[in-house]
């Protein structure tokens, strides 16, 4: 039974898995190797519980118990006691498995383990833990508190014991399921960042200026957000590590990341977290830069 529930990495993603956790009554540990990402987290949780409490999605009430709810930590100690733990940092195998390896010794031997990653082999990540049959998939969709979907990914070891546990932890959250095999990418990100790279090629090719692709798409596919702007969103290095993932893992041309998104991540240009992607985020409005 799952009763408390670490998260590693306080980021975007990091912070609304713990969000969606405290509302749900579990008692959350979110660790950071940043006390700054720690702080910030939580005055964003309390800040977007404030707003769905506003819209009537939450009572007002159920924010400062859910709050109080979530210890924050920058090390790995605190994990000792929890009955699952999701680990949540950047879109780096490397990282992710270093984490893994370092997380492992201290958590008890029935405590079940996922990764919120977006592309990476779920059988590979699992192989640097020492519980593989205990270890899944489990990607959320940003943001986290507003998204319905996760999708839930068995690795080759994964047991149907940990399967049933994640789906039906997954399902108290409020989230609707979606399968999906391990493969590169999974399903959403198979099929949306190819098309988020295509709209960079056509900006790359002078096919379409930012302005004009992400209009088009907007109001010519009825899209909420057009593909650049969502892609300043989700985050560049994200958008690129995903697209390396699709190409290494396929061997498919159709997935080569575009030159131009890999010059503006080499830039440091990686969307709204930094200030500048493919808009400029410096004034009141967004200003595009191509």
């Avoid at 924010?63 to 210890?71: G, T």
């Avoid at 149907?160 to 399903?187: M, N, Q, S, Y």
């Amino acid at each position: 039974m799952v009763e408390k529930i670490g998260v590693i990495g306080a980021g975007q993603m990091g912070h609304g898995i713990a969000h969606i956790c405290a509302l749900a009554g579990y008692d959350v540990v979110l660790s950071d190797i940043s006390e700054d990402a720690l702080q910030q987290a939580r005055t964003l949780m309390e800040r977007n519980m404030s707003r769905q409490a506003k819209r009537g999605m939450i009572e007002e009430g159920a924010i400062a118990p859910a709050l109080a709810r979530i210890e924050t930590t920058t090390g790995f100690d605190a994990f000792a006691d929890c009955d699952f733990v999701i680990e949540s940092a950047t879109e780096n195998e490397e990282v992710k498995r270093d984490i893994l390896k370092q997380l492992c010794p201290v958590l008890k031997p029935e405590a079940l383990l996922a990764s919120n990653t977006s592309s990476i082999s779920i059988t590979r990540l699992a192989a640097a833990t020492d519980r593989p049959e205990k270890f899944m998939g489990m990607h959320f969709m940003n943001p986290v508190p507003l998204m319905t979907l996760v999708e839930l990914i068995r690795g080759l070891a994964t047991s149907d014991d940990t399967h049933g546990k994640v789906r039906g932890l997954a399902e108290k959250l409020g989230k609707t399921i979606a399968l999906a095999e391990d493969f590169p990418a999974f399903i959403v990100n198979r099929i949306l960042l190819p098309m988020i790279n295509e709209a960079v090629y056509t900006l790359y090719e002078g096919v379409g200026t930012v302005d004009s692709i992400d209009t088009a798409m907007k109001l010519g596919a009825n899209h909420p957000m057009g593909p650049l702007e969502l892609a300043d969103f989700i985050g560049l290095d994200t958008c690129l590590a995903i697209m390396s993932v699709l190409y290494d893992g396929l061997a498919d041309s159709k997935y080569r990341p575009c030159p131009l998104l890999v010059k503006y991540v080499e830039a440091g240009w990686v969307g709204k977290k930094s200030g500048r992607g493919f808009y400029d985020y410096s004034g009141d409005t967004p200003v595009p830069t191509r």
